[in-house]
């Protein structure tokens, strides 16, 4: 049976999104939510390279990884941008709650993201498989794509990976900083707070000697 990863939909509006990076990570590269990954609304796509966006899911590459967004790297646009720094400066990435990612593999097999994540995290870990997260033949097929992939990926994180880590952290960074301009014009709009002025020694003010 034929597997497509990475795609899903939202379960709150049922749009049909991709998924990019699984989890939230720090500067250094550790996960810190596991509750929030980044993905792309693939209807909100421009026209222009919409059609290579999904080329790239569906290519081998992209078929023989859990983490889209190494091939998001490689993968090139029409306009001869690669894929992650043109979702990153477009602004097409949304955080958004693991749990409310419906994965659909095909058109039999539906887990939210955050079931999968747990199911990924425990096979790499080598435990038991949770009951009623994920059949044992899905999760072999993940096993398989996975392993294929560290094998035959040039820039999976084992220590060369430097360049794919730098794109990850750069596209979190920016999707984190956006929410937080966000937050705080909703912040402002709600109860307006004057700036505080910056803090530091006060200007010396000159004065002339006064003379008798």
């Known amino acids: 049976m034929a597997y497509t990863k990475h795609v899903g939909r939202l379960i709150s509006t049922s749009k049909k999104v991709v998924v990019i990076f699984r989890y939230i990570y720090d500067d250094e590269g550790k996960v810190i939510d596991r509750t929030n990954a980044l993905a792309v609304d693939t209807d909100a796509l421009p026209n222009l390279w919409a059609d290579a966006f999904m080329d790239a899911v569906l290519s081998d590459e992209g078929q023989d990884t859990i983490d889209f967004y190494t091939v998001c790297m490689r993968k090139t646009l029409p306009d001869g941008r690669f894929i992650l720094p043109a979702l990153v400066q477009d602004g097409r990435m949304r955080k958004i709650r693991t749990n409310d ?6 058109n039999q097999v539906r887990i939210t993201l955050s079931d999968l994540n747990e199911n990924l995290a425990v096979i790499e870990k080598g435990e038991d498989e949770p009951t009623g997260v994920l059949t044992t033949a899905d999760a ?19 220590g060369t990976g430097q360049e794919s880590r730098a794109y990850q ?25 004057e700036v505080k002025p910056k803090r530091g020694r006060p200007k010396k003010v000159e004065t002339a000697n006064a003379t008798g």
Do not use: C, F
Not at 101 to 106: C, G, L, Q, S, Y
């Open 169 to 193: 952290l750069r596209a979190q960074a920016n999707m984190l900083r956006a929410d937080a301009e966000k937050m705080e014009e909703e912040a402002q709009m709600l109860h307006p707070v």
């Open 101 to 106: 990612i419906m994965m659909e593999p095909d």
């Open 140 to 158: 072999i097929a993940e096993v398989d794509r996975r392993e294929a992939a560290r094998a035959s990926d040039p820039i999976h994180p084992d």
